[in-house]
C-alpha cells in the first residue's frame, strides 16, 4: 500500500435495484465507475456470507459461503432460469431492505432456477463444487436446516447433531438434489462475485473486505469442527462472547459467538484460521480484521446470562497468532480494526505482525484531552474513517454535540459556516493516514435514518442507497479532494 488513496465504505446490500437488496449485478458494476470517476482506490464492504435470525452479515451460518441474497437475479433472468415476472417483488420500500420479504421469496425463486438448469449448466455447477473442499458439508447443513425446519443444529437429532458417519452417507444419498441446490447457489454467487472483482481491478478498484473475529454458535463451522470451540459434552458454549461495558452500555454488548479453543487452534498452527483468512483473500484484496483486540484479550461471558456485565477478561493467543500464520501464508493483506480498550499490548501486536492501524474522525474531538483519533495523529500506518457501519452519520453526530464540543470541532476545523460533512472530509483526507475512507450517507448529507448499524439493538443492516443516488451528490467533491491532497500520486511515497 504504497502512497496516499482513498474509498467508500458501503455494503453490496446496500445498492439500489429493483430486487429489494442491493446484489452483484449492474448497480454494483455502476458503483465501481462511480468509484473510478471520482479517483477513489477502494471500496470497503461488509462480510458477505449468508445471514441468520437477525441479519446481522457478523452472524453468518458460514466462514465461507455466499448469500444467496446477493446474486443477480438479471443474469439468471438472461439465462431463462427465471422469468422478469417472477423476480418482482410485491410493493416495498426501495431505500430499505425488508428481510422478511427478501426470506419468504428469494430461496423459492432460486429453486425454481436450479430445477430448469439443463445438464450442461449443472456439469459446471458440479465442477465448480467439486473445487470447493468447503462446499459439500455447507451444503449439508443447510440441507438438514430446512430438514429440521430451521432448527439450530445443535438441537438435532442425535446423529445429525454430532455427524454420525452413517448418516452423513445417508444425506449423500437420498438428499442428492437437495445438495446440488446448494451448490447451484454458491457457484453462482461465486461466479458473479468473480466477475465483479474483476471488473474493479480493471478500474484501479481495490476492494477491502471484512472478517468477524468469532463466527456463528448455529454455523456449518462450529458444526464440522466443535473441537476447536470451548463447548461441554453437548455441544453447548461454555462461555459466549461479548463486549463489557462502556460508555455506550451500560449492560455491554452479549453477541452470544462460542469462543475458540485457542491451546487446541495452536497445535497445528492455527490451520483452521489459515484456511479462514486464505478464503477471505480469494474474495477480497484487503481484509480487516473485525475486533482485533479479541486476538489479544476477549471478553468471556458465562453461557446463559441475560447480558455481558457477568464476563470476564482472558487472554487470547496475542502476537503468536500473527507471527505463525502471516508465516505460513505471507499473501494475507490484513488491517487491524483495533478500536476499542486498545493497550500498550494491543498495539505491540498490531506492529509484530506489521498491520495498519483504524482511526475514526468524529471520535477525535475532546474539548478536555488529546484522542488518538484526533487527525493530527494519523501516520501513514493509519487507514482512517469519519465513520464506520456502528457509527452514527456525521450529521446525526454533529446534532448530538453538546455546545462545548461544537466549539471546539469549530475551533479544530476552522468552521465558520456549519458545514460540517464537507469540513470533516477535508480533514480526514488531508490527514497523514495513508487510506481515507468515508460513507456513502455522509457523502449524501444524511442523518441517523440511515445508519446502517446501532450496536446492541435490532432492526439493522436495512439501509439502501436512493435509486437516484448519483444525481443527489456534488459530483466533484470526491474527485477535487483526491487531488488536492495528492490520495493518488503519480509517485509512491517512500
Known amino acids: 500500500m504504497n502512497g496516499r488513496f482513498s474509498g467508500i465504505l458501503l455494503p453490496i446490500s446496500s445498492l439500489p435495484g429493483p430486487y429489494g437488496i442491493g446484489n452483484l449485478g449492474q448497480a454494483a458494476y455502476h458503483f465501481i465507475d462511480f468509484l473510478t470517476e471520482n479517483r477513489q482506490s477502494y471500496w470497503q464492504i461488509l462480510p458477505l456470507g449468508p445471514t441468520s ?22 443474469q439468471l433472468i438472461e439465462l431463462e432460469l427465471i422469468t422478469r415476472e417472477e423476480a418482482v417483488l410485491p410493493e416495498h420500500d426501495h431505500e430499505t431492505i425488508d428481510y422478511g420479504l427478501i426470506y ?55 446423529a445429525d447433531k454430532y455427524r454420525h458417519h452413517a448418516r452423513l452417507q445417508e444425506i449423500r444419498s437420498n438428499y442428492q438434489s437437495d445438495l446440488y441446490f446448494w451448490y ?24 477491502i473486505g471484512d472478517i468477524p473475529l468469532y463466527v456463528a454458535q448455529d454455523s456449518v463451522d462450529v458444526w464440522t469442527a466443535p473441537d476447536l470451540f470451548l463447548l461441554d459434552q453437548d455441544l453447548l458454549p461454555i462461555d459466549v462472547a461479548g463486549y463489557p461495558p462502556d460508555d ?28 479462514r483468512l486464505s478464503h477471505q483473500m480469494r474474495l477480497y484484496h484487503i481484509v480487516r480484521l473485525d475486533h482485533f483486540i479479541g486476538f489479544h484479550r476477549f471478553w468471556m461471558i458465562p453461557y446463559g446470562d441475560k447480558d455481558a456485565t457477568g464476563g470476564k477478561w482472558q487472554y487470547g493467543p496475542g502476537s503468536d497468532f500473527f507471527l505463525t500464520v502471516l508465516q505460513a501464508r505471507p499473501e494475507l493483506n490484513l488491517i487491524a480494526e483495533d478500536l476499542g480498550i486498545v493497550t500498550k499490548a494491543v498495539t505491540a501486536m498490531r ?26 495523529h494519523y501516520s501513514l500506518d ?12 456525521i450529521l446525526g453526530w454533529w446534532d448530538k454535540l453538546t455546545t462545548d464540543q461544537k466549539t471546539y470541532v469549530r475551533e479544530y476545523l476552522n468552521l465558520n459556516d456549519d458545514d460540517i460533512i464537507e469540513s470533516m472530509l477535508r480533514a480526514l483526507y488531508q490527514s497523514g493516514a495513508r487510506i481515507s475512507l468515508t460513507t456513502m450517507q455522509d457523502l449524501l448529507c444524511q442523518d441517523n435514518g440511515s445508519r446502517i448499524n446501532q450496536p446492541n439493538t435490532m432492526g439493522n443492516w436495512t439501509y439502501r442507497l436512493p435509486p437516484d443516488y448519483l444525481s443527489r451528490l456534488e459530483s ?19
Not at 465448480?128 to 430446512?146: H, V
Not at 449492560?251 to 484456511?275: A, C, I, V
Not at 506492529?351 to 493530527?376: C, I, K, Q, T, Y
Not at 493509519?382 to 452519520?393: F, K, M, P, V
Open 476 to 494: 466533484s467533491l470526491l474527485a477535487t479532494l483526491t487531488t488536492i491532497y495528492r490520495r493518488q500520486p503519480d509517485e509512491p511515497i517512500q
Open 104 to 158: 419468504r421469496t428469494r430461496l423459492d425463486l432460486l429453486k425454481k432456477a436450479y430445477h430448469r438448469a439443463d445438464h450442461k449448466l449443472m456439469s459446471d455447477v458440479l465442477s465448480f463444487a467439486a473445487g470447493e473442499s468447503w462446499l459439500e458439508d455447507y451444503a449439508m447443513f443447510m440441507t438438514l436446516k430446512d430438514h429440521h425446519q430451521g432448527a439450530a443444529w445443535y438441537v438435532w437429532p442425535e
Open 382 to 393: 493509519t487507514i482512517a474513517y469519519t465513520g464506520t457501519h456502528d457509527n452514527e452519520t
Open 53 to 74: 435470525i437477525g441479519d446481522s452479515p457478523y452472524q453468518s451460518f458460514s466462514t465461507y459461503a455466499g448469500n444467496p441474497y446477493l446474486i443477480d437475479l438479471d
Open 184 to 207: 447451484f447457489i454458491q457457484y453462482f454467487f461465486f461466479s458473479q462475485w468473480d466477475a465483479l472483482r474483476s471488473y474493479a481491478e480493471q478500474k484501479g478498484i481495490e476492494i
Open 248 to 275: 455506550f452500555s451500560e449492560e455491554g454488548q452479549l453477541w452470544g459467538n462460542p469462543l475458540f479453543d485457542w491451546s487446541t487452534m495452536k497445535q497445528d498452527d492455527y490451520l483452521w484460521w489459515q484456511d
Open 351 to 376: 506492529l509484530d505482525a506489521g498491520l495498519p492501524s483504524m482511526r475514526v474522525l468524529m471520535f477525535g474531538f475532546d474539548p478536555e484531552g488529546d484522542s488518538e483519533n484526533a487527525p493530527h
